[in-house]
C-alpha cells in the first residue's frame, strides 16, 4: 500500500514543491494565557507557515498540544510555551486520540500516516485524524481505509483562507468523513476557522479546495493581465483596482490579495512576494486538478493553461515567491 501511494503522489505534480520557508518567530507569551482544566491534548503535525498559527489558535482555545514537525527549530517557540515536543508523528499517535495534520504535499502525508514511524505505527483505536494538508483526493481515500484498519477515524479537512486567515481565525475547513464523526471534527476546526462545512464523504473536502485553487490560480492571472494593461493604457493601478472593485470584475484576487504592488497594504505584493502561499505551492495544487480533472475525464482548459503558467513561474526562478506575483 505505502509503495503504491508514494507513486500516486509522485504523480501529482510534486515536483514543484521546494522547502517551505519557515515562519518568523514570534512570541507566545499571550497565547499560553490559558485554562487546560477540561481539554485534552492534541497531536498537531506540521507547523509551517500555516500550521504554525493554526497550532497557536488550538492553544488560545485551552488546547494543550502534542507536536513534531520535521523541522525542529518550528518547534522550539511551541517547547518554550510549554507545549510537549516528540520526535515522531508515532510518537504523536501514542501520546494523543485527536490529531491535526498540515503538511505540504501528498508525499510528505503517506510519511506522516504510513511511514516507518508515522501515526499508523502506534495510534490508538477510536483516534480522530484530520488531515488538513492539501493532497490527491484518490490518496486520502487510500490512507482512510489504513486508518479504519487499525480502528480510527480519518477526516480530510484542507483550508482556504491563506495565512492571515490562519493567523486570525478564520479559515474555511472542507471537511470529507463519516458523518457522524462531523461534529467531533467541528469542535477542533472551530478553534481555527469560522467555516467548517461538511463535503460528504472522504476525499471530498480535497476535491472541494482543488476546485477552490484552480479558480483562484486562473482569477490571479486574470487579475494580474487586467492591472498590467491597464498600467500600460496609463490608468494609476490604485484608482483601477479601485474600478475594478466596484465592477463586475471584482474577485478576491482584486479586493483581498491584490497582485500590484502599491495598492494594498500587508500582502506580499507589497514585501516583495514574499510569504503567503508559495507559486511552487500553486503549481503542485494545479498539478492535483490536472490529474483529477484526466481521471474523470472534465476538460479544465484554463485549469490546463494556469498549471503551465504556474510551472514556467516555477522554472523562471519564482518557485519561492508567493503565487501573485505573476504580474511581473
Known amino acids: 500500500m505505502a509503495a503504491s501511494l508514494w507513486l500516486r503522489g509522485a504523480a501529482s505534480g510534486l515536483r514543484y514543491w521546494s522547502q517551505r520557508p519557515r515562519p518568523a518567530a514570534a512570541s ?28 497557536k489558535n ?48 501528498s508525499i510528505n502525508a503517506i510519511e506522516a500516516y504510513s511511514g516507518a514511524n508515522g501515526i499508523l505505527k ?27 484498519k487499525m480502528g480510527a477515524v480519518f477526516m480530510d479537512a484542507p483550508v482556504s483562507g491563506g495565512v492571515g486567515a490562519a493567523r486570525s481565525g478564520n479559515l474555511t475547513f472542507m471537511v470529507g468523513g463519516v458523518e457522524d ?14 467555516n467548517v ?8 473536502g480535497q476535491a472541494a479546495k482543488i476546485c477552490n485553487n484552480m479558480l483562484l490560480a486562473i482569477s490571479m492571472i486574470g487579475t494580474a493581465e487586467a492591472m498590467n494593461l491597464g498600467i500600460r493604457l496609463g490608468l494609476d493601478p490604485k484608482l483601477l483596482a479601485k474600478i475594478l472593485n466596484m465592477s463586475s470584475g471584482r474577485c478576491w484576487s482584486s479586493d483581498t490579495y491584490n497582485p500590484v504592488p502599491g495598492v494594498m497594504d500587508g500582502v506580499p505584493s507589497a514585501n516583495n512576494y514574499q510569504g503567503g502561499f508559495g507559486t511552487t505551492l ?20 484554463l485549469g490546463s493553461l494556469a498549471h503551465q503558467i504556474y510551472r514556467v513561474m516555477c522554472a523562471k526562478g519564482y518557485a519561492k515567491k508567493d503565487f501573485s506575483c505573476g504580474v511581473r
Open 28 to 55: 507566545l507569551a499571550v497565547v499560553c494565557s490559558r485554562s487546560m482544566a477540561s481539554k485534552t491534548p492534541v497531536g498537531f503535525i506540521g507547523l509551517g507557515n500555516m500550521g504554525n498559527p493554526m497550532a
Open 58 to 105: 488550538l492553544m488560545k482555545h485551552g488546547y494543550p498540544l502534542i507536536i513534531y514537525d520535521v523541522f525542529p527549530d518550528a518547534c522550539k517557540e511551541f517547547q518554550e510555551a510549554g507545549e510537549q515536543v516528540v520526535s515522531s508523528p508515532a510518537d504523536v499517535a501514542e501520546k494523543a486520540d485527536r490529531i491535526i495534520t498540515m503538511l505540504p504535499t
Open 122 to 148: 502506534k495510534v490508538k483505536k477510536g483516534s480522530l485524524l484530520i488531515d488538513s494538508s492539501t493532497i490527491d483526493p484518490a490518496v486520502s481515500k487510500e490512507l482512510a481505509k489504513e486508518v479504519e
Open 181 to 194: 464523526e462531523f461534529a467531533a471534527a467541528k469542535e477542533l476546526l472551530g478553534c481555527m476557522g469560522s
Open 197 to 204: 462545512v461538511y463535503c460528504g464523504a472522504v476525499g471530498t
Open 282 to 301: 500553486m503549481a503542485k495544487d494545479l498539478g492535483l486538478a490536472q490529474d483529477s480533472a484526466t481521471s474523470t475525464k472534465s476538460p479544465i482548459l
